[in-house]
Every structure is written in C-alpha cells, then in structure tokens.
T-cell receptor, first 114, second 117 residues
Framework: GESVGLHLPTLSVQEGDNSIINCAYS??????FIWYKQESGKGPQFIID?????DKRQGQRVTVLLNKTVKHLSLQIAATQPGDSAVYFC?????????????FGTGTRLQVTL | GAVVSQHPSWVICKSGTSVKIECRSL??????MFWYRQFPKQSLMLMAT?????????EQGVEKDKFLINHASLTLSTLTVTSAHPEDSSFYIC?????????????FGPGTRLTVL
C-alpha cells in the first residue's frame, strides 16, 4: 500500500481543550481508515474507523473527519483528559477494498497538560 | 471479547540465543495473525502475515530464516527470533483477525519488549 503519514509528531494540549490530530494519505483509492491509540508500552487500541463513503463519524468524545478531495483525515478529541495522553496512529489496509494487513502512519504523540 | 495476549511481556537475552514469543487469541478463533515490530518513537512496521496451517508471508526486507513464524492453531501464533543480536531489540506486537469482510476485526496484543544484550 502507499504511505499514510502524519503532519505533527507531537501535540501538547491543555486538559479540557479539544485536540485535533491530522493524517494525510496518498492513495486516492483508499476506502477505509482506522485510528488507534497506543499508550506507552502497550499495543494499539482501536478508537474509531471511517469508510470513504462518509465524511464524518462520531464516537464517544471522538470524531473522525475525512476529506477525500485533499486526502486528509483528522481525529478530534473533545474535552481532552490526562488519560488521552498517548501516541495516535492512523492506519489503512494495504490493499483498498480488502480486509488485509494494515499500513500505519508515523504517529502523533498527544501530551495533555494540567 | 476479542482479547489477544502475548507472552512474555518482556524478555532479555544474550546475543546469539533464540527467543520465542507467543500470541494468543483468547476468546475467538483467528484465521490470520500479523506480526509487527516497533522501534522507539517509531510506527509499527509489519513483519509478516500468518495464516493458520500455512506458511507465513513476510514483508520485503524481513528475513524469514531469522524470524520464524508458526501458526499451528486458530488461537496461537509464535514468533521465534533466531540468533538474536542487539539490533533485534525492539517491541514486537501481534494482532489477530477473525477474517471475513469487516475491516475492524484486527485486535492487537499488548506487545513484547525484547532486549538483546
């Protein structure tokens, strides 16, 4: 698959503020994206996903936005909490249209300050 | 549900020895398991895809004779790092998939920290 990358390596946010983590992808055929949260020393944890037929999807305190025109997606975390401190990765299947192995972006470290 | 475990969670070994890491799907049958390697402050890099009962498919640049993968049952896959060297020190993470067409069926284990002295 083609690369999935992130703009910002580290994001510092004050507790209670909203966080926005960005991800750019290069394959215009990409049809599915996943956001993972990885805490220090642990495996990735699924947060939310979105298919290319959607522009927006909401979960609990999280929203993913997909802009296919510019091949960009973002993860928004509302009312950021200290427990949100982690590295966040976007990912997509190597082969669009299949439930296959994943390509991970470079990751963004979210630091929540008190 | 959909819990994946790894054992051990961390291991320290001497250079030249072999280390086996287990990945288990605890409450579901995993037709496919994936092995990733993650260096500090870097992303996950896929090493290989393992299907139950068949040979693993390795990614380009991953030595299959050095990283032996066995997926003998639908709930267990093992990764053996043979003749480990300090440059093999890394965080190894497995994931397991039930298969089927739903994309969000890949569940990750907690990872194994390997340190080779």
């Amino acid at each position: 698959g083609e690369s999935v990358g992130l703009h910002l390596p580290t994001l510092s946010v004050q507790e209670g503020d909203n966080s926005i983590i960005n991800c750019a992808y290069s394959n215009s055929a990409s049809d599915y994206f996943i956001w993972y949260k990885q805490e220090s020393g642990k495996g990735p944890q699924f947060i939310i996903d979105i298919r290319s037929n959607m522009d927006k999807r909401q979960g609990q305190r999280v929203t993913v936005l997909l802009n296919k025109t510019v091949k960009h997606l973002s993860l928004q975390i509302a009312a950021t909490q200290p427990g949100d401190s982690a590295v966040y990765f976007c990912a997509e299947p190597y082969n669009p249209g299949t439930a296959s192995k994943l390509t991970f972006g470079t990751g963004t470290r979210l630091q929540v300050t008190l | 549900g959909a819990v994946v475990s790894q054992h051990p969670s961390w291991v320290i070994c001497k250079s030249g020895t072999s280390v086996k890491i287990e990945c288990r799907s605890l409450d579901f049958q995993a037709t496919t398991m994936f092995w990733y390697r993650q260096f500090p402050k870097q992303s996950l890099m896929l090493m290989a895809t393992s299907n139950e009962g068949s040979k693993a498919t390795y990614e380009q640049g991953v030595e299959k004779d050095k990283f032996l993968i066995n997926h003998a049952s639908l709930t267990l896959s093992t990764l053996t790092v043979t003749s480990a060297h300090p440059e093999d020190s890394s965080f190894y993470i497995c994931s397991a998939s039930r298969g089927g067409s739903s994309y969000n069926e890949q569940f990750f284990g907690p990872g194994t920290r390997l340190t080779v002295l």
